[in-house]
Nanobody, 125 residues
Framework: QVQLVESGGGLVQAGGSLRLSCAAS????????AGWIRQAPGKEREFVAA????????NYADSVKGRFTISRDNAENTMYLQMNSLRPEDTAVYYC??????????????????WGQGTQVTVSS
């Protein structure tokens, strides 16, 4: 089993930046597709970004492309989401998650097997 602990959320003004961290224990992150999923109040969970097992391929939701960057530190067994140029519509609870399946389905939140506890990101206008 793998456990995920998130940190780094908070309140930021529009145009600002935040970096979310997700520390894994129990298994190496390299075994999994790593993803970030968010959920705004009253809305469905929404895919944000994914990183493949090799750490070389990424995918982003169109709404965050060019502003967010997913990465992984193998030595620290930690994944990150760097969020720049934040907008009020980015306000949500952000979850890190791990997928044991295939890359083709990484944009579907329902395919993720392990989840962090979530961290609140609030962007004020």
């Amino acid at each position: 089993q793998v456990q995920l602990v998130e940190s780094g959320g908070g309140l930021v003004q529009a145009g600002g930046s935040l970096r979310l961290s997700c520390a894994a224990s129990g298994r190496t992150l390299r075994r999994y597709i790593a993803g970030w999923i968010r959920q705004a109040p009253g809305k469905e969970r929404e895919f944000v970004a994914a990183l493949d097992r090799s750490g070389t391929s990424t995918n982003y939701a169109d709404s965050v492309k060019g502003r967010f960057t997913i990465s992984r530190d193998n030595a620290e067994n930690t994944m990150y989401l760097q969020m720049n140029s934040l907008r009020p519509e980015d306000t949500a609870v952000y979850y890190c998650a791990l997928n044991t399946g295939i890359w083709d389905r990484q944009a579907d939140p329902s395919t993720y097997d392990y989840w962090g506890q979530g961290t609140q990101v609030t962007v004020s206008s």
